[in-house]
């Protein structure tokens, strides 16, 4: 069965240098999402992307976040200045269908842990 | 603005015994009601959603708008259930459908 992949598993990063997290959504899907989780706190969402573009965002995704479809396979989510407060797991979720009426399944990747020294 | 709220951060049970997790939400439009799973060291997981109706390892869960709550219920719990569950939220129509999720219950099933 088709899996959403995430690279790395873990990153470790100081504060201030800009990191990469990977993402690989299902191959057929056309919805694509970041989502985070600080330690002990809920699951948030931070962008949703379709059809080359953000279609929605939250008020966590700042001038410090962007995302990227860079070709056919990967979707990526680059923190330009890490803080402190950035140190979550970050999962990564594609869904098949393009919105409407209802909506499809959202399947996670396995999420990236990142830390921030 | 949409909200879910899960009461219990932890719930122990018996093997055997019946299971509630519960979950309320807050929206003002047309929500659709999921309840992710996360079993020890792997990803989040659709249990079930309640556009489905459908019952998923004995879990059932039904929509009801009047209290606005999406609880959980299994009749016999069992060992392999020990997990986090999320209760989540998405508007049924317009947007990128992001999901909105509650703070998660951990449920622990003795022996």
């Known amino acids: 069965e088709p899996e959403v992949t995430q690279t790395p598993s873990h990153q470790v990063t100081q504060m201030g240098q800009e990191v990469i997290l990977r993402c690989v959504p299902i191959s057929n899907h056309l919805y694509f999402y970041w989502y985070r989780q600080i330690l002990g706190q809920k699951v948030e969402f931070l962008v949703s992307?379709?059809?080359?573009?953000?279609?929605?965002k939250s008020e966590i995704f700042d001038d410090q976040f962007s995302v990227e479809r860079p070709d056919g396979s990967n979707f990526t989510l680059k923190i330009r200045s890490t803080k402190l407060e950035d140190s979550a797991m970050y999962f990564c979720?594609?869904?098949?269908?393009?919105?409407?009426?209802?909506?499809?399944?959202?399947?996670f990747g396995p999420g990236t842990r990142l830390t921030v020294l | 603005a949409q909200r879910v709220t899960q009461p219990e951060k932890l719930l122990s049970v018996f093997k055997g015994a019946p299971v509630e997790l519960k979950c309320n939400y807050s929206?003002?439009?047309?929500?659709?009601l999921f309840w992710y799973v996360q079993y020890s060291r792997q990803r989040l997981q659709l249990l079930l959603r309640h556009i489905s109706r459908e019952s998923i390892k004995g879990f059932t869960a039904d929509l009801n708008k009047g209290e606005t709550s999406f609880h959980l219920k299994k009749p016999f719990a069992q060992e392999e259930d020990s997990a986090m569950y999320y209760c989540a939220l998405t508007p049924i129509t317009g947007g990128g459908n992001k999901l909105t999720f509650g703070t998660g219950t951990q449920l622990k099933v003795e022996l």
């Open positions: 929206y003002s439009g047309s929500p659709e």
């Open positions: 979720a594609s869904r098949e269908t393009g919105g409407g009426q209802g909506s499809d399944t959202q399947y």
């Open positions: 992307f379709y059809n080359n573009e953000i279609s929605e």
